[in-house]
């Protein structure tokens, strides 16, 4: 059963825009934080933004000012608006999706999506 799902994904000119989607199955109850991370070949799995329950954000400074993280409506649904697209962004994302569990949180993760920026 797919528990994260991500889309939005695709081919960008430098400069372009795009935003990705992630939704999380309803099954997940308690939702705590929702992150974007994004990776690229021969990398690690590097943290973009993140945002709380109640609204507070964190960014990688490689994209503060450029990228913004929110919520939707549904609460288990988080966006990534992607501005000024550079070619080093081209990665694929991944959403994760943090559930509050007794004594913890239980991480969710979607099987990515593919953001590709051309010069």
């Known amino acids: 059963q797919v528990q994260v799902v991500e889309s939005g994904g695709g081919l960008v000119q430098l400069g372009g825009s795009l935003r990705v989607s992630c939704t999380a199955a309803a099954s997940i109850s308690a939702i705590n934080v929702m992150s974007w991370y994004r990776q690229a070949p021969g990398d690690l799995r590097d943290l973009v933004a993140a945002?709380?329950?109640?609204?507070?954000?964190n960014y990688a400074d490689s994209v503060k000012g450029r990228f913004t993280i929110s919520r939707g409506n549904s609460k288990n649904t988080v966006y990534l608006q992607m501005n000024s697209l550079k070619p080093e962004d081209t990665a694929v994302y991944y959403c994760?999706?943090?559930?509050?569990?007794?004594?913890?949180?239980?991480?969710?993760w979607g099987p990515g999506t593919q953001v590709t920026v051309s010069s």
């Open positions: 945002i709380d329950s109640n609204g507070g954000t």
């Open positions: 994760e999706v943090q559930e509050f569990i007794s004594g913890g949180w239980r991480p969710y």
